[in-house]
């Protein structure tokens, strides 16, 4: 499978709407379809006669002891130009006069046949997308036989222009060489091929120099054509090399910013470290990093790759114990992966929970901070999850969390997680009842940073968190000949939104929306101890109307 997906060409694929199957194509045993793999060694064959045909049919012209053969040509017909280049003109003429090549017309029309150059380039654009090739030295190839080919062609038709000018003497090499022509094929050719080399590379040790008005209007030409030539070449060789080197470049650069910056608003050096670790660890894992390599392949794969790589990680969470495969794979499929250096911190305390986190590889250490003193909670290792006590409840996270070395870990999002929750809600109960579970046994530190946690667990028949808000609501709706919407959680405060308190206050109530202002009123107050008479949203604005609060709202009640 990898051999196959690894040469497919765009040349070689149908069009859009077309049907192609093996079995439908009642070809014969010796015919090979242009859809079938063999075609391709067919394709390389046909170059390689090209490339002979190119290189020979310019000696041709040029050097008449050359022309004493012909080559049969096999090819595809494939309108004028193509079939006309497959006409083997010097075997015509011996037919019609029996000698090879007595007129220059026929050997004009035999350059035709370098009309069929286009296979050498479809063969190099098809070597260059196939990854069981090296690109570099694809591309490279290609150079080189280009300029082999300028070479070649320029050197043969210079010594083309000295062959037939009258005197000789008055020509290039017959300045030098008097009976050029009775030199040999070789001889000329060697001596044309050097011309052409020194030429476009510029050098001209001066032995070789025009003689003639037909001799200068070409050289000129040339050493035009050469500029070009020199400057793809060059061109070409500069983004091979750079592009070897240009994640470097990025990295260096980055770095320099970030240390610039650093030192313009004089940061501590602490500071410095994190930001220089953290931008070494980003380019060092950038092949690592999932969505990067993801983001362009069908919904199909990226599933199955998230589940090869953190089903396993997952299914060992505390959280995710007993639930059906079907959530998990879609849990898994919702996954990010992140790498985080030692010494940074993944959670700030206090933050709005957007993520929670299952670490994969490494150490975290879970903190909270007391009048600006730190204080250590506990320690989390592979497969333990951090941020999922923020999310569940929907509160500004209670702890931070910092790693100890360098960590990996995986992420779902807040909003992401609900959703799976609400439409499974029977595996949303296997969730709550392992997250009640969890809470019963964290250690004394912890729980005395979640004030509301004892209140919760001293109830002996405590249900699901979602499930007890809605009952609640349900009570205090029936109480009030109303009837909770069920659909939309907020969250409600007792102080005004520019008031900066401490201790439980802060965490707020989760509670689901009811129908009215008043019946928000009645609720809040059998929630807060305390009767409001106004709604203010964070920004300090009121509410008028409740349908035009959203999901996870904070509202605070005075």
Known sequence: MKNKSASVSSSLLP????????????????????????????????????????????????FDKAANGVLLYVTRFWLFIDVASTIPFPLINKILIDEWHTGQVFSLL???????????????????????????????????????????????????????????EHTWIGRLIGDFKQKGFWHGYICSIYWSIVTLTSVGYGEFYSMNEGEKIFNSIYMLFNMGLIAYI????????????????????????????????QLPEGMREQMLAHM???????????????????????SSIAQHLFWKT?????????????????????????????????????????DFYILVSGAVDVVTYKNGTEQFLSNLESADMA?????????????????????????????????????????GKIIIANFMEYLRGLEKDMLQELPFLTELLADQNVQPTAQNEEKQNRETMDSTDGNPTGTIQVIIYGYHPSKKTISGDRLGKLIYLPNSIADLFNLAEKKLGKRGSTILMADGSEVEDLSALRENDHLFIV
């Open 387 to 427: 941020g999922e006590i923020g999310v569940i409840f929907n509160i500004p996270q209670p702890f931070a969390v910092r790693t100890k070395r360098l960590s990996q870990v995986i992420r779902i999002s807040n909003h992401q997680f609900k959703q799976m929750v609400q439409s499974e809600s029977r595996d």
């Open 234 to 265: 060059i061109g070409n060789i500069t983004n091979l090399v750079v592009q070897s080197v240009v994640k470097t470049f990025a990295m260096r650069d980055s770095i320099n910013e970030v240390m610039r910056y650093a030192s313009k608003n």
């Open 15 to 62: 069009a859009f709407g077309t049907v192609v199957d093996d079995g439908d194509l009642h070809l014969k045993r010796n015919v090979i379809a242009p859809y079938d793999r063999r075609y391709r060694w067919w394709q390389t064959f046909l170059v390689g006669l090209v490339i002979y045909s190119a290189w020979a049919s310019i000696l041709e012209l040029t």
């Open 280 to 302: 070494q660890l980003k380019f060092n894992t950038a092949e690592l990093q999932q969505e990067e390599v993801l983001k362009d392949l069908p919904k199909a794969i990226r």
């Open 110 to 168: 035999n350059l035709l046949r370098l009309w069929r150059l286009y296979r050498v380039g479809e063969l190099f654009k098809r070597l260059e997308k196939d990854i069981r090739f090296s690109y570099f030295w694809t591309r490279l190839l290609k150079l080189i036989c280009v300029t082999l080919f300028a070479v070649h062609s320029a050197g043969c038709f210079y010594y083309w222009l000295a062959a037939r000018h009258k005197p000789s």
């Open 314 to 354: 997952a299914e060992k969470t505390y959280l995710f114990q007993g639930v059906s495969d079907d959530f998990l794979s879609q849990l898994v499929s919702e996954m990010k992966a992140e790498y985080f250096p030692p010494r940074i911190e993944i959670i700030l305390q206090n933050e709005i929970p957007t």
